[in-house]
């Protein structure tokens, strides 16, 4: 590349396109990473009311104790509260109905025969906004044990340390 070269300069449609792309988070499921062992994840869009999404944009949402039940060849989310929309009328949504997603027939045929073997469930674990539209983060997970718990608390610790004294001893003064 020469010397000279400058990257192009964005319009402001770009940047605003740009930024209307960017993931927004919404809520997270801290708890589900530690109470079960994540094995693989999908995307998957949900089937919102109106006063449901402007809920989420105002950025009010709980994934705990949610999860995910495949019937009949659809998936459901069951548990997420999303709460009422505080300037919403007599059409206001219930908080914590069952909600549709939306992934691919294959998709849902694979996680519907892997949650059929034993300790084996399906749990989301983010919700957020790409590109205007309301997306949800599912994972299949197996459920830990008291003593898996304790074992990855251990080992994050143990990293945490490492980490820490990695850092005093470049910081520190290099003498001869």
């Known amino acids: 590349m020469p010397k ?58 709980s994934l705990i104790d949610s999860w ?15 709460p009422m929309y505080a300037q919403g009328s007599w059409n206001n949504h219930a908080p914590t109905r069952k909600r549709k997603l939306l992934l691919h027939a294959s998709e849902i045929e694979r996680i519907g025969q892997k949650v059929q073997a034993k300790g084996y469930t ?15 983060e599912i994972a299949l997970a197996k459920g830990k044990q008291e003593w898996d718990k304790r074992q990855s608390l251990r080992e994050a610790q143990d990293k ?5 004294a990695m850092r005093a001893y470049t910081k520190r003064p290099n003498y001869k």
């Open 4 to 61: 000279d070269w400058k990257k192009p300069k964005l319009t402001e449609g770009e940047k605003r396109k740009a930024a209307s792309d960017a993931k927004k988070t919404i809520a997270r499921n801290k708890k589900a990473r530690h109470d079960y062992l994540i094995e693989d994840t999908w995307e998957a869009g949900l089937v919102l009311s109106g006063t449901e999404v402007k809920a989420l944009r105002m950025g009010r949402a």
């Open 68 to 82: 995910v039940e495949v019937k009949d060849g659809e998936a459901w989310l069951y548990g997420a509260n999303i």
């Open 160 to 164: 945490r340390e490492a980490e820490r």
């Open 122 to 136: 399906v749990v989301p674990l983010e919700l957020y906004f790409i590109g205007g539209r309301a997306k949800v």
